[in-house]
């Protein structure tokens, strides 16, 4: 049976992705540059003001013109959201325990389809790819740790993964969703969570991987449910002292809200890698990217240099490949696909980063981040870029596909020089 509530929240999510109008709103009313989600805003409440106290004031005073959705963990970020009438929204901003209230923007993911894998080899081997290397016939060679990222949960915070593809070996699972669907129905997180934690193409190959879908099936969320998703990932951690990589491959017009909740995420331990953005410019311009305490990735390509399309500036810490990469995908449980982005290039910084923390243990986000850009290489024109530590006895052999569109199955033999080669053919 459909309640008042229900019926509210679903006409808010009918309308949820307008323009900003240049309407008359309090003066402590944040507006958000280009979509919001229409009629909900986020309210920060002041850190010495006892949130639960304001919420039932103002549903009180208020009664169905404020319609309470998000409620944040105060120690995590002191804020929540709600759906507010217009009628009612000075009557919110005046409540004197109120820090400002901010629209709820939409943030999308970001990147466009391409051909073939190479990354692996560039963050476990020192010095650039030979020059003219082709992403589409080289095999690569992988040197990895079976052991990387043992005992670390990677939060992918995104459309969801495909947690059934033979790439997770069992090791992916459902966690939270702030949407109506728990499926991957776009393969944008599956394909990061491919290259930070699968067994064929990712990174830390014994880590868990946790699926938080904040992001809907074409790519976008409000602020409200990814801040929502960024909670649970702190509640998460803080229940079971697992030590928690997050990896965000997002972004949008600079944020507020949800810079403070990044930001108040990393100084609960959660170590948190966000993508620099595909705009070709500062990442000055874009949240989460410019956030401080976070871990920006920007992107190259196999040539070693900067991808035309990525972010760059002071905030950017390292660079990872992100042009032409090779991962899981949405559709079967050996589906790959080849996508490029600044997306692309974060998952393998997340997963660097999960398997530094099985061989260091789980450090506070500054000292690991720390100890990453240490150990990083740099390309000809001075670009950072992820190392794992040095090579164990096991590696890996990767050939790249020839058509991104395609799935691709893999054959396993083990050499005398205990080596594992993987052909991957599309």
């Known amino acids: 049976m459909f309640t008042s509530f229900a019926l509210t929240i679903i006409t808010a999510i009918l309308a949820r992705e307008v323009h900003a109008a240049p309407t008359s709103i309090p003066s402590n009313v944040q507006p958000i540059q280009g979509s919001i989600n229409h ?42 959201s709600a759906i507010v009438d217009p009628s009612a929204l000075n009557t919110v901003a005046s409540n004197p325990n109120i820090e400002y209230i901010s629209e709820d923007g939409i943030l999308r993911t970001s990147a466009t389809q391409a051909t073939a894998p190479w990354g692996l080899q560039r963050i476990s081997h020192q010095g650039s790819l030979p020059r003219n290397s082709n992403p589409n016939n080289l095999v690569y060679t992988y040197d990895y740790s079976p052991r990387a990222g043992q005992d670390v949960n990677v939060y992918v915070v995104d459309t969801g993964i495909n947690i059934n593809h033979v790439n997770f070996a069992g090791r992916a699972s ?53 801040i929502a998703g960024i909670d649970w990932v702190v509640r998460q951690y803080r229940q079971t002292g697992v030590a928690a990589v997050m990896s965000m491959s997002f972004g949008g017009p600079v944020n507020v809200p949800l810079d403070q909740a990044v930001d108040a995420a990393v100084k609960m331990g959660v170590h948190a890698v966000v993508a620099a953005g595909n705009n070709a410019r500062d990442a000055s311009t874009t949240s989460p990217a ?17 991808a035309s399309f990525s972010n760059y500036g002071p905030l950017v810490d390292i660079f990872a490949p992100g042009q032409n990469v090779i991962s899981s995908w949405i559709g079967s449980k050996t589906a790959t696909k080849n996508i490029s982005g600044t997306s692309m290039a974060t998952p393998h910084v997340a997963g ?10 789980n450090l506070p986000p500054a000292q690991l981040r720390a100890l990453l850009l240490s150990m990083a290489d740099r390309t000809k024109s001075g670009l950072p ?23 691709s199955e893999a054959e396993v033999a083990e050499s005398t020089d205990r080596r594992r080669r993987i052909s991957g053919r599309a």
């Not at 919420?55 to 804020?79: G, K, M, P, W």
């Not at 946790?210 to 602020?223: R, Y």
């Not at 410019?290 to 900067?306: K, W």
């Not at 870029?385 to 799935?407: E, F, M």
Request: net charge negative; charged share 15%; with cysteine.
């Open 39 to 80: 009629g909900s805003y986020i309210v920060k409440v002041l850190d010495t003001a006892d949130k639960e106290v304001v919420i039932d004031s103002l549903q009180r005073s208020l009664n169905t013109l404020f319609i309470l959705v998000h409620d944040y963990d105060s120690e995590f970020f002191n804020a929540f």
């Open 385 to 407: 870029v992820p190392q794992l530590p040095a090579p164990p006895r096991t590696a890996v052999d990767i050939s790249g596909a020839t058509d991104g569109a395609a799935d």
């Open 352 to 361: 660097v980063l999960a398997a530094l923390i099985s061989q260091h243990g």
């Open 174 to 226: 459902f966690g939270y969703s702030a949407v109506d669907t728990t499926e991957d129905g776009n393969g944008h997180g599956t394909h990061c969570a491919g290259t930070a934690v699968g067994s064929l193409y990712g990174v830390a190959r014994s880590a868990r991987v946790v699926a938080v879908k904040v992001l809907d099936d074409d790519g976008a969320g409000s602020t409200s449910d990814i």
């Open 290 to 306: 410019h956030v401080p305490s976070a871990i920006t990735v920007g992107a190259t390509t196999i040539a070693d240099a900067m």
